[in-house]
């Protein structure tokens, strides 16, 4: 599970052009805890720490947590777009992209 989560981490960081650095200062906590994580070597975290992390990359901290073929960034980052949509556009874009999958699934 910790290796999902530095995985996780460690994309949206690089997705955000931030560096450990960065995104350490930007939660503060340590940077070695950031490196830690991302490598999935630190398993002792609180989920204080753990929130600061991923709220400083605009993520919720469910999402870390979700199953791993939920939770690639780009696939947070399309929901996170969605969702910020008026559920008009939110339903008539979601009907648009199903429809080029569907029609790209069948080349």
Do not use: H, W
Not at 6 to 29: C, F, M, N, P
Not at 95 to 102: D, F, P, V
């Amino acid at each position: 599970m910790i290796n999902e989560i530095g995985k996780i981490i460690r994309e949206k960081r690089r997705s955000l052009g931030l560096t450990i650095e960065q995104l350490a200062e930007k939660a503060d906590v340590s940077e070695s805890l950031v490196s830690q994580l991302e490598r999935g070597v630190n398993s002792n975290i609180s989920i204080n720490k753990l929130d600061r992390i991923s709220t400083a990359m605009n993520l919720k901290l469910a999402d870390l947590f979700d199953k791993p073929a939920n939770n690639g960034i780009k696939y947070l980052e399309l929901l996170d777009f969605l969702a910020g949509l008026p559920r008009e556009q939110r339903e008539d874009l979601s009907e648009k992209i199903l429809a080029l999958l569907s029609a790209m699934n069948n080349l």
